[in-house]
């Protein structure tokens, strides 16, 4: 538990960042101390709680001074100390850090790793995995940017997914994901392994990242259809290079000014990720263990079709109801994962 000083502190900015709210805040800091309030409300609630049911405690012992109230005092005192641990351990999560970037929407991109066409065509399987998801949490997925082979394998997705709390959700699946199974292009019927990469970033505001016109070059361009990509009868297709890093981004749609505002909101998100992972690395001694690392250069999960089986390495989880999960139904294991990681946010708190 923080020391009573910080929990005056955060107790104290609530008030003020409510008090500016109440009072009509400028428009440039309206949309800061929208999210700061959203932040700290739920914190300044358990504090309050916790507050209070100490004080309610305190009462109740000094009662037991008067022999006419001492039976009533026993009572309501031991009512109240065994409410205190759930009231410490709800203030105790509330306390633990928040991803600031846990209630936007988010940026998803999948591509083939090892193992040639097979790793295509598990990366379309991710993305058709993810789509059924999305469908089944009510989110919208607007597919960006598609390169597909001719088999029907995935050279590379990029998606748009918008809804509450999707990064929050989604966050977990960044890294390579393994794939055991007999491909369809086996005749041999051999169980092969290859794998396929996961990058989930928040969607970025305008806000978070500024980038100066005279660093980005914009092309526009007549989508081919070879590839798989969409087929267009206009130069429509929009690509924007970063020229400081190098980030290339192309859209693809039909409206060449809906490419342009597109290809920008990836542009803002991956170059926000970049300065999250700088800031990410800068902890990452104390964060070593944090299942939400998004490191996507690790092997976070193995899906073996022969046994039905899936396996997240990060926490050692296994189910073997892998049809299921393909079909979109992670909530388990979604589920697993973000307890896994507000434990470990908790114990940083003993630390």
Partial sequence: MLPE????QIARRFEFVEARLGEGAAASELAALSREYAELKPVAAAIAAWRRLQADLAEAEAMRADPE????????????????????AALRRALVPKDAADQRAAILEIRPGT???EAALFAADLLRMYQRLAEAQ??????????ETELGGVKE???SVQGEGVYARLKYESGVHRVQRVPATEAG??????????????????????IDPADIRIDTMRASGAGGQHVNTTDSAVRITHLPTGIVVTSSEKSQHQNRATAMAVLRARLYDIERNRAAAERA???????GSGDRSERIRTYNFPQGRLTDHRINLTLYRLAEVMQGDLGEVIDALAAADEAARLSELDA
């Fill in 5 to 8: 000083d910080k929990l005056d």
């Fill in 69 to 88: 109230m001492r039976a009533l005092a026993d009572e309501e005192t031991a009512r109240l100390r065994a409410a205190l641990p759930a009231a410490e």
């Fill in 115 to 117: 193992g040639g066409e």
């Fill in 138 to 147: 009510g989110w919208r997925f607007q597919i960006v940017e598609l390169a």
């Fill in 157 to 159: 997705a990029i998606v």
């Fill in 189 to 210: 019927g051999r169980i092969h392994t290859s794998a396929a990469t996961v990058a989930v970033l928040p969607e970025a505001e305008e806000i978070d990242v500024s």
């Fill in 285 to 291: 001694a104390t964060r070593r263990g944090q299942v």
